[in-house]
């Protein structure tokens, strides 16, 4: 009895199955396998995450762009009265 087949019409796909296929030394199957595997788990651990856990990270990852030090007082924007400089 054969495999049930999947065929995936992508010039992309194709060519990024064969270049993994060459470095892995897996057969593409195994490979695509592997990837929607991968894919599936990561979307259920997204979903497993709170939105308060998914505002959390995204906050995370928006700091590490901003340089150490760096404030949101804006103090050398207003002079002492709080008055626009």
Do not use: F, W
């Amino acid at each position: 009895m054969s495999e049930p087949q999947l065929s995936v019409r992508s010039t992309k796909a194709r060519d990024l199955a064969h270049a993994l296929a060459r470095r892995t030394g897996q057969p593409i199957n195994k490979l695509v396998e592997i990837a929607l595997e991968h894919y599936d788990r990561e979307l259920r651990e997204q979903q497993a995450q709170s939105p308060m856990d998914v505002l959390l990270d995204l906050m995370a990852e928006g700091r590490r762009t901003v340089p150490a030090g760096t404030t949101s007082a804006h103090d050398d924007l207003y002079d002492e009265h709080g008055l626009p400089k």
